[in-house]
């Protein structure tokens, strides 16, 4: 595959829908009548999902009527989203967009949810198959974690100690990120890399800051913290600025340019990826509302982005949005205005 060829042209669509994104942002007063579509985060507090909340708003403010629900528990647990599904239920919302804290534990709740005529639909991080109608991943799955190990050579090259820094244990998308980063591992090519461990921060930056510094304790020889989460990979490069290990051990993983502009620059991260927050916020919200207006999620179905495209349904009923973009000290201020 021609990465160079995917970058160049993702830079240029992100860079155009970003421009967009932030100007109708900042016209957009949020739209106050019509279908209620609730928008369930992991956690509220994290920026990356404020930015998927700018997005939805965007869409909102493009569909006329469509109301957003932005909500979600204060921490990330399936028991939290339980309670504010079953709420949701109460309020009569049309349909629920929301990133899983595990794909197993919200079915039950959510098929409630669907028996009651609500259009259920995971993005970001998904509930399986039978609790939900469809998935729109960020990216394809394979691909990020091919470019998680990408990224750890970058930063460290083809030998040494890695480890990773992941959500909660149970997070879909980072689950199954992390065990695509295995099986590339498990390439002879990358043979150099040693996964030492994986720790988990909980998409809270206090707990992912200790656990980056419990790596630096039990780990002597670590290169490479990677880590598949904006909460967690900010949190450890803070680490390794404050503990003054910048040039010994290098962080990277997916992260907000915003949130990792400043550890670019002193060095605790070289290069770290993304997909853009603000289109899978927007994209998930059009597809949401092509359903309420009685679009079929089924396999094979091609499903409205609006601006982003077209979500093609697999056997799952799954899509992917993009390919994950790459900043580093070159791109990093150009984008840390919008994400
Ligand atoms: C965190 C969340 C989210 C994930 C990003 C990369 O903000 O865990 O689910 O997609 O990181």
């Known amino acids: 595959m021609d990465y160079y060829y995917i ?3 993702a830079l240029k669509k992100t860079f155009a829908l970003v421009a967009v994104a932030a100007l109708t942002a900042a016209l957009a007063q949020p739209a106050m009548a019509g279908d209620k579509i609730a928008l369930v ?8 999902f404020d930015a998927v909340h700018l997005g939805a708003q965007e869409a909102a403010k ?3 009527d469509v109301e957003i629900i932005y909500t979600g528990p204060a921490k990330a647990t ?5 309670e504010v599904i079953n709420s949701l239920i109460a309020q009569n919302v049309k349909a629920i967009v929301i990133s899983a804290n595990d794909p197993d ?4 709740v959510t098929k409630k949810a669907m028996a009651r005529g609500i259009k259920v639909i995971s993005f970001d991080s998904g509930i399986r198959k039978d609790g939900r109608l469809m998935h729109l991943a960020p990216s394809n799955n394979a691909l990020i974690g091919e470019k998680l190990v990408k990224l750890a050579e970058e930063a460290i090259g083809k030998n040494g100690e890695i480890a990773v820094l992941s959500a909660t244990a149970q997070a879909t998308n980072q689950n199954i990120w992390i065990s695509e980063m295995k099986k590339v591992l498990g390439q002879p090519e990358h043979s150099g890399l040693k996964l030492v461990s994986v720790v988990y921060g909980d998409d809270q930056t206090d707990k992912s800051y200790r656990e980056a510094q419990g790596l630096f304790k039990s780990y002597p020889n670590l290169k490479a913290i990677v880590a598949p989460t904006t909460v967690g990979v900010a949190a450890a490069a803070k680490a390794v600025q404050d503990e003054k290990k910048v040039g010994a051990i290098f962080v990277t993983g997916l992260g907000l340019p915003s949130e990792m502009q400043g ?12 997909w853009n927050p603000i289109d899978l916020g927007y994209a998930s919200i059009r597809i949401a509302a092509d359903l309420i207006k009685g679009a079929k999620a089924e396999p094979g179905a091609k499903l409205s982005m609006g601006k982003v495209g077209t979500a093609t349904l697999d056997a799952n009923n799954e899509a992917a949005m993009a390919e994950p973009f790459t900043f580093d000290a070159k791109n990093i201020d150009q984008f840390a205005k919008f994400f």
């Open 263 to 274: 550890y670019v620059k002193s060095g605790a991260a070289k290069s770290f990826a993304i």
């Open 62 to 64: 493009e569909l006329k």
């Open 78 to 82: 399936a028991e939290g989203q339980i």
């Open 41 to 48: 985060v992991k956690s509220l507090g994290n920026g990356f």
């Open 105 to 108: 534990a919200l079915v039950p």
């Open 7 to 9: 970058e160049e042209t």
